[in-house]
């Protein structure tokens, strides 16, 4: 299994909802990623996962909140967000922090 | 900070013509990846560069890595409709700890 999935495909959601993002990859990359994206822009790094810990958070608001259960899953809980973090939430995994990173399809977020 | 600046932003070119993409930094990098996306999806990684003077050739797509390991440049030869995309270089810098990403270059290949 060569790929990262991610679901669900496109989620709607209001300002007072509570949602979760899901990942999953099944190459044994040890670091994993969560980015943002904005339409025509290049993807932004918000957290940085390595061995399951939290090693990186780009400074965030809090109403993100990454979840690293085990090596092969990553979560992102989403609530009380704003229309402006809308985008496409790409998750993204590598053999080591620093190595080349595969992507998931993304997550396209709507937050009404 | 270690900066990647990408050029041009934006190419619309007819099917046929070769065209040429560069990712320039003042920065020494240690690696670099070039990744082409399409509207609504993630991603895909194309090659990556590590070694200063590469040059790798995946079809008609041919990456060169700068002999400092400061620049790469992204040629495609004969461009179908198919190249349409948003093509992004990234890479690690030498005393860096996350992927740098450059601005993009949106391709578009008409018929």
């Known amino acids: 299994d060569t790929e990262v999935t991610q679901t669900p495909k496109h989620l709607v959601m209001g300002m007072t909802n509570k949602k979760s993002l899901k990942c999953e990859q099944h190459?044994?990359?040890?670091?994993m990623y969560w980015y943002k994206q904005k339409a025509k822009k290049p993807p932004e790094l918000m957290f940085v996962?390595?061995?399951?810990?939290?090693?990186i958070n780009e400074s965030v608001p809090s109403r993100f909140s990454p979840e690293c259960p085990n090596s092969s899953l990553l979560n992102l809980h989403l609530h009380a967000l704003q229309p402006e973090d809308s985008a496409l939430y790409l998750c993204?995994?590598?053999?080591?922090?620093?190595?080349?990173?595969?992507f998931g399809p993304g997550t396209r977020l709507t937050v009404l | 900070t270690q900066l990647l600046e990408q050029s041009p932003q934006f190419l619309s070119i007819q099917e046929g013509e070769n065209l040429t993409v560069y990712c320039n930094s003042s920065?020494?990098?240690?690696?670099l990846q070039w990744y082409r996306q399409e509207p609504g999806e993630g991603p895909v990684l194309l090659v990556t560069?590590?070694?200063?003077?590469e040059v790798k050739k995946l079809k008609r797509l041919t990456f060169q890595f700068g002999d400092a390991r400061k620049d790469s440049s992204l040629h495609i030869t004969a461009a179908q409709t198919g190249d349409t995309g948003l093509y992004l270089c990234?890479?690690?810098?030498?005393?860096?700890?996350?992927?740098?990403f450059g601005a993009g270059t949106i391709l578009r290949v008409k018929s």
């Open positions: 993204a995994s590598s053999q080591g922090w620093l190595a080349e990173q595969f």
């Open positions: 190459m044994g990359h040890r670091a």
């Open positions: 996962y390595s061995y399951e810990k939290l090693s």
């Open positions: 920065s020494v990098f240690s690696s």
């Open positions: 560069v590590v070694t200063g003077g």
């Open positions: 990234a890479g690690v810098g030498e005393y860096g700890n996350k992927l740098v």
